[in-house]
């Protein structure tokens, strides 16, 4: 009978400290994960990707700057402001996180943000400000981080010019 209880009280703490999820685990499961999908990905795709998103980028005031062209819907309480040419900071697939972008960008920045709806991706585009001339956008753009305290989402503010 003490083998037993033996037994049972060492398979016990076997199961119980073996379920455990902790960080190192998800971070060796997200590294597999990532490992699995850059497979097959050789210097040729990457050159493709790369020649992709240039692609969208234009020359403006001398620098380069990420535009794209798209249909856009504007949401109703901010269609007075929306403009041509759109700096986006962020882009969700979701609204209510873009309404929560939108309102931390009014409130603690004092922008006059707005969110655009559209393209292929069916996107809610955080838009920080709209211009009707490219060229202050890119102005715009290149100043940012003088301007703005909050951590741009984006991993560089780019141009919408709604069509």
Known sequence: MKHYFTILLVALVAVMTSCHSNEANYKAAYDKAMQKHQEGIGQEM????QAEARKYTEVVNGDSVRLLRMYANV???SASMAKRFNVVVASFKQQFNAQTMRDRL???????????FGGRERKY???VKGFDQKDVAAAFIKSLDSHMKMQVLEP???????L
């Open 46 to 49: 990457l050159d493709k990707i």
């Open 75 to 77: 949401n109703l309480d």
């Open 106 to 116: 009014r409130k603690e920045e004092g922008f006059p943000s707005y969110i655009l």
């Open 125 to 127: 585009y955080v838009v």
């Open 156 to 162: 560089i503010p780019w141009i919408l010019e709604k």
